[in-house]
């Protein structure tokens, strides 16, 4: 049975704090790590936290790239969801790691919306996002 989508969940332990804590700098990363698995990009949003913290999202017309940092905790938790079958989030999930300066990650994968009668779901870069 295939799924519609896929979802990789991110722990990147040992980061670079300053990177972690660079809100430019961690944008550029995600954009370049959607670039890195074949995704076309729509939007993009970002907050920087007091004192320290960056939350961001990657809006691919394939689903997204999320990620949430602790830099006094050297931390970032990653979430990458993709449709149907042509990205590679195992090749953005590695270059996130080296760009955050981490060699310490581990990924959980899941398919997400398994459904009865489901055997492919190719998803067109030029449609519009998914929806489950």
């Known amino acids: ?3 519609l989508g896929y979802h990789m969940l991110l722990e990147i332990k040992d980061c670079n704090r ?4 660079d809100l430019e700098r961690l944008q550029g990363i995600l954009v370049k790590a959607a670039g890195e698995a074949g995704a076309t990009v729509v939007e993009k949003a970002f907050h920087q936290f007091n004192p320290h913290g960056v939350s961001g999202v990657v809006i691919i017309a394939e689903s997204h790239l999320f990620i949430h ?10 979430d990458i969801f993709t449709c149907g079958t ?4 195992d090749k953005a999930a590695e270059w996130l790691a080296k760009e955050l300066g981490s060699n310490n990650y ?27």
């Open 1 to 3: 049975m295939n799924a």
């Open 86 to 89: 042509s990205l590679r989030a």
């Open 69 to 78: 940092t602790w830099p006094e905790h050297g931390f970032a938790a990653v």
């Open 18 to 21: 300053d990177t972690l804590n």
């Open 106 to 132: 581990s990924i959980i994968e899941l398919r997400r919306g398994v459904l009865p009668g489901i055997e492919e779901h190719p998803h067109q870069p030029q449609a519009a996002a998914c929806r489950l």
